[in-house]
């Protein structure tokens, strides 16, 4: 449906042999094309642009470790060897970062949303309205994104001058991106969520179109990753209300193929995928992760298979998610069950123990089968705490959220850890500033005013 308009592809380039820079290399939309209301709709409806998320996440965290299988090691190559062992750079002067520039292009489509659509032809103030805090809210998500990869995880004490991400709030070809303080950007993925909400639909057309429950749901990450706990565990109640239905995994144990598919599942909030790459579809799981589960939890048994099951098989076990289903790509965005853990770890943080445990067994429930649910209590709020932190694990691994905990916890003097892999023969450890990655050097060449992150 969204064929005929024009694609936005989002490369930052200098023109060659002038002083005249582009940020963006697009065919801008023609008066025609973006008339009516339903135009700027259809910008929303690709999929194409909206339902991408960052992969190379995957890489990054500890779900996934090699130690074991060096026989895998050469399909990690060039940039995918680098984020694997977080290096000081990722990409060489003639690569490009594919997830900088698919965020950047979802951006790009907000803006001209957010500029135009209010001055449309043929739509309702109501629908126009609508479409406008829909791209508030891909906005919002977006850069939230981008902030948990390229800034500096966010430090009450020195976000104000801290370096963020990029910011760019209006279509414009020839932005300066000098980058704005780690303070400024989250502040307008709050005001971009909160004015959103009001307006957003009680329930969506469907999943990848975000509606209330989405827009809450992300504006529970943010303060979680703002360390902002009680609010995180606010908004996420407040997502959950709108959206809570869980699958009973003990259903489909015993049937995979009858297990809902991306856009079908009651589980997903808002809709990401992300697109296939050799290099980490089938890695091995890592012993810390797969130590977290008993062989009773059906996410065990449902969600992973025997690394004998893959090609080149390994030893342990990998991911199989994605693989419930010939040709799909990896299930990102949102779930239930992140909302539900959100929540939890906010009222355990506040010492409501007896909640944040009610909330955790209630997700765990429907991941056994009857006879086999024990539920989990905790004494103390860090023992609360790290019972949560260990659900997240179980329910959460292969979907690219570990990285961002992983950052955060980095910083929390009671739950960081620290994680070592020995790839090619040296063994790295992950610290300090390599939690953030670097901007790609042709950003900064066709862009100087981008200041690199610290490595």
Not at 163 to 183: E, I, K, W, Y
């Amino acid at each position: 449906m969204i064929s005929k308009y024009i694609k936005i592809s989002l490369i930052l380039l200098l023109a060659a042999g002038t002083s005249c820079r582009k940020y963006v290399e697009v065919e801008q939309y023609s008066e025609r094309t973006l008339k009516y209301t339903s135009d700027y709709q259809y910008l929303l409806n690709n999929t194409g642009t909206f339902e991408k998320d960052p992969g190379n996440l995957l890489l990054s965290a500890d779900d996934i470790n090699l130690d074991q299988n060096p026989n895998l090691h050469n399909l990690l190559t060039n940039e995918l060897g680098n984020i694997y062992t977080w290096a000081a750079d990722y990409y060489t002067a003639d690569q490009s970062d594919a997830d900088w520039n698919f965020l950047y292009d979802q951006i790009y489509n907000c803006n001209v949303i957010i500029a135009g659509v209010m001055g449309s032809q043929n739509g309702t103030d109501a629908e126009k309205k609508k479409v406008y805090a829909e791209a508030q809210a891909q906005r919002a998500y977006a850069y939230l994104t981008l902030m948990n990869i390229y800034a500096p995880v966010y430090n009450e004490a020195s976000a104000a001058k801290d370096l963020g991400v990029p910011m760019l709030l209006t279509p414009d070809l020839f932005a300066n991106l000098t980058r704005p303080s780690v303070q400024a950007v989250y502040d307008q993925i709050i005001k971009d969520l909160t004015e959103a909400i009001p307006v957003l639909p009680d329930q969506p057309s469907n999943n990848i179109h975000p509606a209330k429950a989405a827009a809450y749901a992300t504006l529970a990450r943010t303060y979680l990753y703002m360390q902002r706990y009680s609010e995180a565990s606010e908004n996420a109640l407040h997502s959950l209300e709108y959206q809570s239905t869980l699958l009973d995994l003990a259903v489909y144990a015993a049937n995979p193929a009858s297990y809902p598919r991306r856009f079908l599942n009651p589980e997903v909030i808002l809709a990401k995928q992300s697109l296939p790459t050799s290099g980490y579809l089938s890695l091995p799981l890592s012993d810390k992760l797969l130590g977290k589960f008993t062989a009773t939890d059906l996410r065990y048994t449902l969600y992973m298979r025997a690394g004998t099951s893959f090609s080149p098989s390994y030893t342990g076990r990998g991911s199989y998610r994605h693989r419930l289903f010939s040709g799909d790509n990896i299930t990102m965005g949102i779930s239930v069950g992140e909302m539900m853990l959100t929540a939890a770890e906010g009222l355990a943080r506040a010492n409501d123990i007896t909640a944040a445990m009610e909330w955790v067994n209630k997700l765990r429930q429907k991941r056994f089968k009857a006879a086999d649910y024990v539920a989990l209590s905790a004494a103390t709020a860090e023992e609360a705490t790290r019972v949560v932190l260990d659900e997240r694990r179980r329910e959460l691994f292969g979907m690219g959220i570990r990285w961002y905990d992983q950052r955060r916890l980095s910083k929390d003097p009671v739950f960081a850890e620290s994680d070592s892999r020995t790839f090619k023969g040296t063994t790295y450890t992950l610290s300090g500033n390599r939690y953030v990655y670097p901007i790609c050097p042709k950003n900064i060449v066709m862009n100087p005013e981008i200041k690199q992150n610290e490595r």
